[in-house]
């Protein structure tokens, strides 16, 4: 099953843009890449999703790497409300049994 | 619009007490799923199901029940409680069955703590 991997933890300062990456270097042609937060004592977020082109929303963007093994969550102007546990996760249509979130990116976000 | 609904929020029990752990959706969602997430870990999926009356396990199931009568409800049962199933249990949805080209919503959790 496809894995992805994240740093532990990360730093930004407030109003600048935070780039977070993710490896998935085993991920199959039918592997779409989520992203979620995580706020203390909350349920995962949704952040954004896609499967081969860059993506945007309201909250963020996704740049999908050419190969796809590889991606980054952008958020483009960091506030201290995006401090969060960020998860990078591969989600299939086709049977998610073995979906594990990781221990993600612990994101700090300096005044 | 409530999206997704877990209760209770915090529950305690005895070692070998049974409950169920309850989740509700009001959005006419297909997939529904539970995690567990222990200290300093991302979350495990216990179970899941794609629509009424289909289940599966996940990568954690021992120790834990799951039926799916209706669409709305994805009811996660513990028949024997024990210390090693203490953990923050989330439930989630998804508009598609398969769930990969669609947001997974999750409730708030309930903590649960086993003596």
């Known amino acids: 099953d496809a894995k992805t991997t994240q740093p532990n933890s990360m730093e930004s300062n407030e109003e600048e843009p935070v780039h977070l990456p993710c490896n998935h270097s085993t991920i199959s042609g039918t592997d779409y890449i989520h992203w979620y937060r995580q706020l203390p004592s909350q349920g995962p977020e949704y952040v954004i999703h896609?499967?081969?082109s860059n993506v945007n929303n309201r909250m963020a963007s996704l740049a999908i790497a050419e190969d796809r093994k590889s991606s980054t969550l952008i958020l483009h102007r960091a506030t201290l409300r995006d401090a969060a546990v960020y998860y990078c996760?591969?989600?299939?249509?086709?049977?998610?049994?073995?979906?594990?979130f990781g221990t993600g990116t612990r994101l700090t976000i300096i005044p | 619009n409530a999206g997704v609904t877990q209760t209770p929020k915090f529950q305690v029990l005895k070692t070998g007490q049974s409950m169920t752990l309850q989740c509700a959706q009001d959005m006419n969602h297909e997939y529904m799923s539970w995690y567990r997430q222990d200290p300093g870990m991302g979350l495990r999926l216990i179970h899941y199901?794609?629509?009424?009356?289909?289940?599966d396990q996940g990568e954690v199931p021992n120790g834990y029940n799951v039926s799916r009568s209706t669409t709305e409800d994805f009811p996660l049962r513990l028949l024997s409680a024990a210390p090693s199933q203490t953990s923050v249990y989330f439930c989630?949805?998804?508009?598609?069955?398969?769930?990969?080209?669609?947001?997974?919503?999750f409730g708030n959790g309930t903590r649960l703590t086993v003596t």
């Open positions: 989630a949805s998804s508009r598609n069955r398969g769930a990969g080209n669609s947001p997974l919503h």
């Open positions: 199901s794609v629509g009424a009356g289909i289940t």
């Open positions: 896609g499967l081969t």
């Open positions: 996760i591969l989600l299939t249509n086709f049977g998610n049994e073995k979906l594990t």
